[in-house]
């Protein structure tokens, strides 16, 4: 078995939509409202990691498809990287999907959808447990699909013969029903109190609603 390090870098993966929709079920927030370096740097302080790195993924509308989303993710993308975050972002691409009507009608409508978002995130942590730039992996997302992530970082752990571990955390409230971590990492959840010391005091709507 691997020794523990005694000073335990982490580097924090943050899946920008997934956290968004977590937070507004639980909270009640209607837009992105968290302050990115402030929610990882609180939550590894609290575990007693070292925080070592931000990375951040999100999907955004084009100017064209959507000018009021588009120029609040540009701005708030622009800010968190003059913070030290390292920002992905993709275009997001559009389909038509059939809603359900009360009445027993149905309607169509245009729905936007990441492409390549998480795929992006979790290479990134594999690719940095290869290079042995972090002891801890923290994942701001409740996508189960990042469980392969975790399964390939303990791999590589066993291969390198060093402690690695993935952890997940996700907000947790009466009205949240979604009460599980990433499968296979270590759940850290946080409730409002927690988030709300954590909430970024810029109002990148510019005033405005969508």
Partial sequence: MPAEPGTKRAVVFVDGQNLFYAVK???GYSFPNYDVPALARSL????G???SGIHFYTG????????????FWSAKLGVMG?????????????????????????TTVLVGQEKGVDVRLALDVVRLAREAAFDVALLLSQ?????EVADEVRQISIGQRRWI?????????????????????DWLSFDRSFYDACIDRTDYRQGGTP
């Fill in 25 to 27: 079920q639980a909270f």
């Fill in 82 to 106: 003059t913070r030290g975050v390292v920002t992905y972002s993709r275009q997001l691409r559009y389909r038509n999907q059939t809603v359900a009507l009360p009445g027993g009608s149905s």
């Fill in 143 to 147: 996508d189960q699909d990042l469980s």
């Fill in 49 to 51: 990691w070292a925080l």
């Fill in 44 to 47: 590894c302080d609290r575990q």
């Fill in 165 to 185: 571990k993935v952890a997940s955390a996700y907000p947790a409230s009466p009205t949240y029903a979604n009460r599980r971590g990433v499968n296979r990492t």
């Fill in 60 to 71: 955004i509308p084009s100017a064209q498809d959507d000018p009021f989303w588009n120029r």
